[in-house]
């Protein structure tokens, strides 16, 4: 039963970085100076910022960087702080076949002990998509209760793994280090991200942490279970797990290269219905449309993004998980935007009154259709009587329909520029795309 475990932590332990082609290494890039970019905009806010001044007296070893916020601090708070706010906005990378997001889980948690150990670029990248490996197959492997949130979940292996292939563990090692990090998943909720209980923004920083932490307690002595994956992952946060999908094709299809990027700052599951609307709004003069001219939004979808109907949200992180509030405020504004879902966005009496006339309904045809495709029709009818309806099956940003890399350095410096100033932004892009030229990764990170 464990046979799956001894191939993964050979695989994690044998992996150079020459053996990663041209497209898993330039995906990777993709995903570091995108995750970079969330984090900063993220570390803006208001919570981040508290949260970063109450951990700093505690920290006793200031070796790695607070993205955006220009300090140093201890590994494991830096990566908790740098994981945390880069959900923050909710434009942080993510697989649709591990169903959660990988990125902001590993990145932060390599790029804490990466600094401290000082190690080249090419060990740093290397040690990304090993553990952006790892985590995405013990989601594709097992399936989440319901009611758990996928942050905080098998992102903790990963995060784990990505840190040991820092610091060289033999292969033995990595698979005691696999099983003592399984035992540290936590014991999220669902319901924070749709009732917009901002602890949730935790899970992912909480994950780059805990996993520098059994990295430690590896190194302390601490053992796990003859098979952690297989018994929390099987039984325990899951019912099923298939350990066959643990190690097929491992080697030669790398996850990070079936990833998505996000432009919309929202939840993952309302981008359908936001490109559908996008498609409407095209049509017409200016490529607007005016809200005091419409009468209601139907949008029918899959069963996950059809619990995102409520259209009252409370707070920002509760309007981010509202298909109605997205598709009004998105309406009003012209945009999806980071913007558009500001705190001070939440009460306006326009977007409220335009979201109420919005219905969200699961389409049992388009849930049949995931996880290779997330469906969503929207049908806007206008006080005239004139509708006009389009239907979306990818997700732009999907594999099937990526955004471009000059899509990508847009959106980065968009959110890197107001922080950093357009010069140093730019500089920041560059450094990363010759990222594995870099003997120290100190020299990498200067300045972020």
Same mark, same amino acid.
């Given at each position: 039963m464990v046979e799956y475990l001894d191939q993964i932590s050979n695989f994690v332990v044998k992996t150079d970085f020459e053996d990663l082609d041209a497209t898993v290494i330039g995906q990777a890039k993709k995903?570091?100076?995108?995750?970079?970019?969330?984090?900063?905009?993220?570390?803006?806010?208001?919570? &981040?910022?508290?949260?970063?001044?109450?951990?700093?007296?505690?920290?006793?070893? &200031?070796s790695s960087t607070l993205v955006g916020r220009k300090k140093k601090i201890d590994p494991l708070n830096a990566a908790l702080i740098n994981g945390t706010v880069g959900t923050w906005l909710e434009l942080d990378e993510g697989n649709q076949f591990a169903r959660g997001h990988a990125g902001i889980h590993v990145v932060p948690a390599a790029l804490a002990i990466g600094e401290e150990k000082k190690v080249p670029g090419k060990?740093?990248?290397?040690?990304?998509?090993?553990?952006?490996?790892?985590?995405?197959?013990?989601?594709?492997?097992?399936?989440?209760?319901?009611?758990?949130?996928?942050h905080g979940s098998w992102g903790t292996v990963g995060a784990a793994v990505a840190v040991g292939k820092l610091i060289n563990?033999?292969?033995?090692?990595?698979?005691?280090?696999?099983?003592?990090?399984?035992?540290?998943?936590?014991?999220?909720?669902?319901?924070?991200?749709l009732e917009g209980g901002t602890v949730r923004n935790l899970y992912a920083g909480a994950s780059g942490y805990m996993g520098i932490l059994a990295n430690y307690l590896l190194k302390s002595g601490f053992t796990g279970e003859a098979d952690g994956i297989g018994s929390v992952y099987g039984g325990?946060?899951?019912?099923?797990?298939? &350990?066959?999908?643990?190690?097929?094709?491992?080697?030669?299809?790398?996850?990070?290269t079936?990833?998505?990027?996000?432009?919309?700052?929202?939840?993952?599951?309302?981008?359908?219905?936001?490109?559908?609307?996008?498609?409407?709004?095209?049509?017409?003069k200016q490529g607007r449309l005016d809200p005091k001219d419409i009468e209601s939004v139907r949008v029918e979808t899959y069963s996950l993004a059809a619990q995102l109907c409520s259209k009252t949200p409370e707070n920002m992180l509760a309007?981010?998980?509202?298909?109605?509030?997205?598709?009004?405020?998105?309406?009003?504004?012209?945009?999806s935007g980071v913007e558009s879902f500001l705190p001070e966005k939440i009460g306006k009496p326009d977007i409220r009154s335009l979201a109420s006339r919005v219905e969200v309904e699961e389409k049992k045809e388009f849930t049949q259709m995931m996880p290779a495709r997330r469906p969503?029709?929207?049908?806007?009818?206008?006080?005239?009587?004139?509708?006009?309806?389009?239907?979306?099956?990818?997700?732009?940003?999907?594999?099937?329909?990526?955004?471009?890399t000059d899509e990508l350095d847009a959106k980065f410096l968009g959110l890197a520029t107001p922080i950093y100033g357009k010069r140093k932004a730019k500089e920041i892009l560059e450094k990363t795309r010759r990222i594995e030229t870099f003997r120290n990764l100190r020299n990498y990170t200067e300045g972020l």
């Open positions: 995903v570091v100076y995108d995750t970079l970019g969330v984090i900063a905009a993220g570390a803006q806010q208001r919570e &981040p910022i508290e949260m970063a001044k109450r951990l700093a007296p505690f920290s006793g070893h &200031p060990t740093f990248l290397t040690a990304l998509v090993v553990g952006y490996e790892i985590a995405c197959r013990i989601g594709i492997a097992c399936k989440l209760r319901m009611t758990m949130h996928p563990l033999n292969a033995d090692q990595m698979k005691t280090l696999i099983n003592i990090a399984s035992s540290m998943t936590l014991a999220t909720s669902r319901k924070t991200m325990v946060v899951s019912d099923s797990f298939n &350990p066959e999908a643990m190690v097929e094709e491992l080697g030669s299809r790398y996850e990070i079936r990833n998505y990027f996000k432009e919309y700052a929202c939840c993952r599951y309302n981008h359908s219905s936001l490109d559908a609307l996008y498609q409407i709004m095209c049509q017409q309007g981010k998980f509202s298909i109605p509030f997205a598709i009004a405020t998105t309406l009003i504004h012209g945009h969503s029709r929207v049908t806007v009818r206008l006080k005239d009587g004139s509708t006009f309806s389009e239907t979306v099956y990818i997700s732009k940003g999907d594999i099937e329909d990526p955004y471009s």
